[in-house]
């Protein structure tokens, strides 16, 4: 079941990054080198048409080399370069709005000769590149496109942290997209901030290029009692890194209890994960600002075999701190929660 549900997530994100609507469209990768317009270049086969993919394999030179008109598309092309696309004889690739082309670490795109404008790729009727450069990976055209910023170099689909194996930490993470990745690390810190790496893994993509969704996880035997301080660290070929942002989980070891609160920090909604439990329990819930004022108060029923608990405020609080008590047979629990409304 699990798997099934990753799966499903990748192949909506991957119809969310190729600009779908409905129903992914056809994807065009090219099976060997080959002119633009020949059907068997490609494994449909058939010539790229309206709100296709297309992806151009490393060690393939795609030639253009008659006018490619797609401006009055409905629907946008995709082209993912690997390779190289290449320009002969003054032709052009016009492309609707919303296309893109994305070139990446390896790819290229050029012309057959010397310095001349008369080759060129509109997008939007935009001129966003001609024959008088060449255009090296990595790439996007046009260079503002969102979806292009984020995919450069690696764009990473959320990074969460979960109560598993009774006292351990599970995290995990997806890749919607890696250019030139290396590898993997997870830090841990407690409230001194002071991050030491407890986790690693390589990148999962081939030669560190992918424009498929990858997932990642890996576990943390040994997390502290309190809060836990978690952050992504993505290292690329070339030695630089990035950082996701810092979510944290606090694990509250009380009388055989367990709290587990994600994401953490959150908008002010976020879900509780109780462990330990022998019996069904009525659980009287309090949010409390550092003043000590009540912001939140609910009445939850939870089971032993399914203790999770949702906590959304009514209303939006304000960037900091709150403590969250839950009340269980008379006795008070407290996990702090951080919000984040920035």
Same mark, same amino acid.
């Given at each position: ?7 499903m997530?990748s ?14 469209a056809?994807?065009?990768k090219?099976v060997?080198?080959?002119n ?6 490609w494994?449909a086969?058939?010539?790229p048409?309206?709100g ?14 008659n006018q490619q008109?797609?401006?009055?598309c ?7 370069v ?25 790819g290229?795109?050029?012309a057959?000769?010397?310095?001349s404008?008369s080759n ?17 990976g990595?790439a ?5 496109l ?17 109560l ?5 930490i599970?995290?995990n993470w ?15 810190a ?20 992918s ?12 997390? @502290? +009692?309190?809060?836990? !301080? ?5 290292? #690329? =070929?070339?030695h ?5 942002? $810092?979510?944290?989980?606090h694990?509250?070891?009380?009388q ?15 879900t ?10 009525n659980?009287?819930?309090f ?6 004022s ?16 949702k ?5 939006? @609080? +304000?960037?900091?701190? !709150? ?5 269980? #047979? =008379? ?7 951080? $919000?984040d409304?920035?």
């Open positions: 079941m699990k798997n099934e549900k990753i799966n997530i192949a909506f994100i991957i119809c969310i990054l190729f600009f779908t609507s409905s129903l992914c056809l994807t065009h090219s060997a080198s080959g633009w317009s020949t059907a068997s270049t494994n086969p058939a010539v048409a309206c296709d993919s297309i992806v151009i394999q490393a060690g393939h030179t795609i030639s253009v080399t008109n797609y401006s009055g409905g629907t946008p092309l995709k082209i993912i690997y390779g190289e696309l290449r320009f002969f004889n003054g032709s052009k690739l016009s492309l609707p709005c919303n296309s893109y082309v994305l070139v990446l670490l390896g290229k795109v050029q057959d000769v010397g310095l404008n060129y790729i509109q997008i939007c009727n935009n001129v966003e590149w001609n024959s008088n450069s060449i255009l090296n990595l996007c055209l046009p260079a503002s969102p979806i292009c910023a984020s995919v450069l170099p690696v764009e990473i689909v959320g990074f969460k942290a979960e598993c194996n009774e006292d351990n599970c995290f997806l890749t919607a997209t890696e250019t030139n990745s290396n590898y993997f690390e997870v830090e841990r407690t409230d001194d901030f002071n991050f030491r790496v407890i986790y690693a893994a390589n990148s999962k993509a081939p030669a560190g290029n424009y498929y969704t990858i997932s990642y996880s890996g576990i943390d035997k040994k997390p @502290l +009692n309190g809060i836990n !301080y978690y952050r992504l660290k993505q290292v #690329d =070929n070339d630089h890194s990035n950082y996701s942002k $810092v979510i944290s989980v694990l509250a070891l009380e055989g209890l367990k709290f587990l609160v994600f994401p953490n920090p959150n908008s002010g909604e976020f509780v994960q109780i462990t330990g439990l022998k019996n069904d329990e659980i009287t819930v949010l409390r600002d550092t003043d000590g009540i912001v939140y108060k609910a009445m939850h029923h939870v089971t032993a075999d399914d203790s999770l608990l906590v959304s405020s009514p209303f939006k @609080l +304000n960037h900091g701190s !709150y403590f969250c008590s839950f009340i269980i #047979d =008379n006795t008070e629990y407290v996990v702090r929660i951080i $919000v409304n920035r």
